[in-house]
């Protein structure tokens, strides 16, 4: 199985800044990478798919990177809906494994 | 409006069963392969279980193989998760999902719609 490492586990950051998460994978696995984010009580959203293609109706202050085994979610000014939860997941192997989350805090 | 809406939680003995489901609007479930989810509380997203949109093809997390049967019936626009020998570790949010997929250089998977989840507490 492959496995998928986030960090950090948790940050917590000011309306306005940047910040960056790293999703690491076990094995390479190509850009078959999507993110999600994710807040209490809703359903999780895609933002990220193929590693850094935008889904549609998402801001451009969320980009993605990253090829084979690593990758990041970079969030440019963040706003305060931006605080929630964002995980990664790979779409290469049919065990669709997400990270273990990071939890974006207002600081 | 495209929609999943599960139904089906409650609160269940430990071993007991339970049958979730997932109601599709707005768009042809036929058309799409689709996974369960789960959040149990304090934790992150676990994916669970994938059934391709004729039901050929299924897979299983470990953590539910043999426990657990996914399913669909596509003239009802319906996906369904059966659990059986429930532990209190199943106690959790379970969500539905859809899997699209956009063409590139090759084709990129990823849950594009989810519903907002069921509850499920196993516990005596």
């Known amino acids: 199985d492959i496995q998928m490492t986030q960090s950090p586990s948790s940050l917590s950051a000011f309306v306005g800044d940047r910040v960056t998460i790293t999703c690491r994978a076990s094995?390479?696995?190509?850009?078959?990478l999507n993110w999600y984010q994710h807040k209490p009580g809703k359903a999780p959203k895609l933002l990220i798919y193929?590693?850094?293609s935008l889904q549609t109706g998402v801001p451009s202050r969320f980009s993605g990177s990253g090829s084979g085994t690593d990758f990041t979610l970079t969030i440019t000014t963040l706003q305060p809906e931006d605080f929630a939860t964002y995980y990664c997941q790979q779409s290469y192997s049919s065990l669709y494994t997400f990270g273990q989350g990071t939890k974006l805090e207002i600081k | 409006e495209v929609q999943l809406v599960e139904s089906g939680g409650g609160l269940v003995q430990p071993g007991g069963p339970l049958r979730l489901s997932c109601a599709a609007s707005?768009?042809?479930?036929?058309?799409?392969?689709m996974h369960w989810v789960r959040q149990a509380p304090g934790k992150g997203l676990e994916w669970l279980s994938y059934i391709s949109s004729t039901s050929s093809t299924i897979y299983y997390a470990d953590s539910v193989k043999g426990r657990f049967t996914i399913s669909r019936d596509n003239a009802k626009n319906s996906l369904y998760l059966q659990m059986y020998s429930l532990r209190a570790e199943d106690t959790a949010v379970y969500y539905c999902?859809?899997?699209?997929?956009?063409?590139?250089?090759?084709?990129?998977?990823?849950?594009?719609?989810w519903g907002r989840g069921t509850t499920v507490t196993v516990s005596s």
């Open positions: 193929a590693a850094s």
């Open positions: 094995q390479s696995i190509s850009n078959y």
């Open positions: 707005g768009f042809t479930l036929s058309a799409y392969d």
């Open positions: 999902a859809r899997w699209s997929a956009a063409m590139s250089n090759s084709y990129y998977y990823y849950m594009d719609v």
